[in-house]
Antibody, heavy 121, light 108 residues
Framework: QVQLVQSGAEVKRPGASVKVSCKTSGYTFTSFGISWVRQAPGQGLEWMGW????????HSAQKFQGRLTMTRDISTSTAYMELRNLRSDDTAVYFC??????????????WGQGTLVTVSS | EMVMTQSPATLSVSPGETATLSCRASQSVGSNLAWYQQKPGQAPRLLFY???TRATGIPARFSAIGSGTEFTLTISSLQSEDFAVYYCQQYNHWPPWTFGQGTKVEIK
């Protein structure tokens, strides 16, 4: 069965960076892209960016451009999200999610369990 | 940027009753609209895509319709496990994919 398993919770100081992993299994990794979505405490869902699994092309939401790097390792079927220059309002649960179909006009059908990132001095 | 507006913010419903949730897009998204269910401490779960196509394993008491800018999710005969937050998401205009702010379905 399809599974996305994320790395554990992180606590970071303002200005630091965090890298979250999303290890996938149960499907052909290179056939489906991975999106990253975050959720601040008590808030809704915010799309951050997307990485194509085959070529590794990335597309980021404008508000994260310059701070967000998304990569993938085909050999381990793992996607990564790194957010730099963290601020207190980056405190959130970060989710990876698989695109249901090849290409961007598609929803997200499988999600990781989420990774809590806390930014605090 | 596309704006998705969900109403109401909170819906109080008794078990066994029907809940009707709305989602409006600031411009047409065609049928490229999905619905997700999220329970506390869990990841979102895909319920519908293509505005009205039920995802794998979703019970028939859930139904969804709409196109263009107006969409509706209906949950009939609410069960205890249906009390959750529901989000709509457009994936027609990207980036960014955008979500509504959510509707919380709570026990009356």
């Amino acid at each position: 069965q399809v599974q996305l398993v994320q790395s554990g919770a992180e606590v970071k100081r303002p200005g630091a960076s965090v890298k979250v992993s999303c290890k996938t299994s149960g499907y052909t990794f290179t056939s489906f892209g991975i999106s990253w979505v975050r959720q601040a405490p008590g808030q809704g869902l915010e799309w951050m960016g997307w990485v194509t699994a085959y070529r590794g092309n990335t597309h980021s939401a404008q508000k994260f451009q310059g701070r967000l790097t998304m990569t993938r390792d085909i050999s381990t079927s793992t996607a990564y999200m790194e957010l730099r220059n963290l601020r207190s309002d980056d405190t959130a649960v970060y989710f990876c999610a698989r695109l249901r179909e090849i290409g961007p006009v598609t929803p997200f059908d499988y999600w990781g369990q989420g990774t809590l990132v806390t930014v605090s001095s | 940027e596309m704006v998705m507006t969900q109403s109401p913010a909170t819906l109080s419903v008794s078990p066994g009753e029907t809940a009707t949730l709305s989602c409006r897009a600031s411009q047409s998204v065609g049928s490229n609209l999905a619905w997700y269910q999220q329970k506390p401490g869990q990841a979102p779960r895909l319920l519908f895509y293509g505005a009205s196509t039920r995802a794998t394993g979703i019970p028939a008491r859930f139904s969804a319709i709409g196109s263009g800018t107006e969409f509706t999710l209906t949950i009939s005969s609410l069960q205890s496990e249906d009390f959750a937050v529901y989000y709509c998401q457009q994936y027609n205009h990207w980036p960014p994919w955008t979500f509504g702010q959510g509707t919380k379905v709570e026990i009356k």
